[in-house]
């Protein structure tokens, strides 16, 4: 995805009360070709920084404030100062704007830590245009399992990995993603070495097991998803059963619809796990993304 427009944004210290026109003259809008990046900024010499990504729809930034409720979060764990929720609330919807009329707009919020040597992060958000159809929420991904070599209790022993944090060092992410390839597949579940499921490289994983639908819960160092969040809101009104916690991987073996959810492309049904094939229920899909489309 080609940036059309990038805004950069003069990074303020969260504590600052920042009225209308201080957050207008702290956003600055480019042309996607015309925005510029240092080579020593850190984002790009060494991937420290965080970033969301985050749908447009209907004009609509979708789950805007959970979005930056994980940013802080993230932000936290990279020890990176604290964001001023205030004044990415406001480059996020003057970047909404630029999405044109009647497509599906992706941002990319990026929060670096800024230049080598000083102190001031450096913070932009990335416009870019999604396909509006999204084919895959019908016909679905072949899954591998890859495990992440680390154990489900590596997040609290071992804080320094950032597990659950959105940081933007996602190399990893996109060999893995590479690695499905070669087995054939489009997506990943990474597994953990003592057995449990994690989560995609970039999706949150759900699945359904004896009536209820599970998702490992955040203390195994997944990211907290917000479509899965909203997915459960949704499922929860439907009075289906729900639940955070630890999922062993045998147990996926016996679930009867496995998704992989996601800000741009919602939820998208598993059709196949290892080669195995995962039986869908369409229907509940469809359901679930219908409400996650018109948050
Ligand atoms: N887990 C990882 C590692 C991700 O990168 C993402 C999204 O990019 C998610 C989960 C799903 O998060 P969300 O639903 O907020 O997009």
């Known amino acids: 995805m080609t940036a059309t427009r990038v805004f950069m944004v003069d990074v303020l210290a969260a504590h600052v009360s920042a009225p209308e026109t201080m957050l207008e003259e702290s956003v600055t809008e480019f042309a996607g070709s015309q925005s510029t990046l240092t080579v020593d900024d850190l984002a790009a010499s060494r991937g420290d920084g965080v970033f969301e990504t985050l749908a447009v729809v209907d004009g609509r930034v979708q789950a805007s404030e959970a979005h930056l409720?994980?940013?802080?979060?993230?932000?936290?764990?990279?020890?990176?100062?604290?964001?001023?929720?205030?004044?990415?609330?406001?480059?996020?919807?003057?970047?909404?704007?630029?999405?044109?009329?009647?497509?599906?707009?992706?941002?990319?919020?990026?929060l670096s830590?800024?230049?080598?040597?000083?102190?001031?992060?450096?913070?932009?958000?990335?416009?870019?245009?999604?396909?509006?159809?999204?084919?895959?929420?019908?016909?679905?991904?072949?899954?591998?399992?890859?495990?992440?070599g680390v154990s489900s209790t590596a997040a609290s022993e071992s804080p320094w990995l950032l597990l659950g944090a959105k940081s933007l060092s996602y190399a990893t992410n996109m060999a893995a993603l590479r690695e499905a390839a070669r087995r054939g597949a489009q997506d990943v579940i990474y597994t953990s070495t003592d057995g449990y499921v994690l989560e995609g490289p970039t999706s949150s994983v759900l699945a359904r097991i004896g009536g209820r639908i599970v998702t490992p819960a955040v203390e195994a160092g997944v990211l907290p998803g917000t479509t899965q969040h909203d997915a459960f809101v949704a499922l929860d009104a439907e009075r289906v059963e729900t639940a955070a916690e630890p999922v062993p991987v045998s147990a996926l073996a016996e679930a009867d619809a496995i998704w992989l959810a996601s800000s741009v492309r919602l939820l998208v049904p598993v059709v196949a796990l290892d080669g195995r094939p995962v039986p869908q229920d369409a229907e509940l899909t469809d359901r679930i993304n219908a409400v996650l489309l018109a948050r």
């Open 69 to 110: 409720d994980r940013l802080v979060r993230s932000a936290e764990l990279l020890d990176l100062a604290r964001p001023h929720r205030a004044q990415w609330r406001y480059a996020l919807d003057r970047a909404a704007r630029a999405v044109p009329a009647g497509r599906t707009g992706v941002l990319k919020l990026v």
């Open 113 to 148: 830590r800024g230049r080598e040597g000083s102190p001031r992060p450096t913070g932009w958000i990335a416009v870019s245009s999604a396909p509006s159809a999204v084919p895959e929420r019908r016909t679905g991904v072949r899954v591998v399992t890859l495990d992440r």
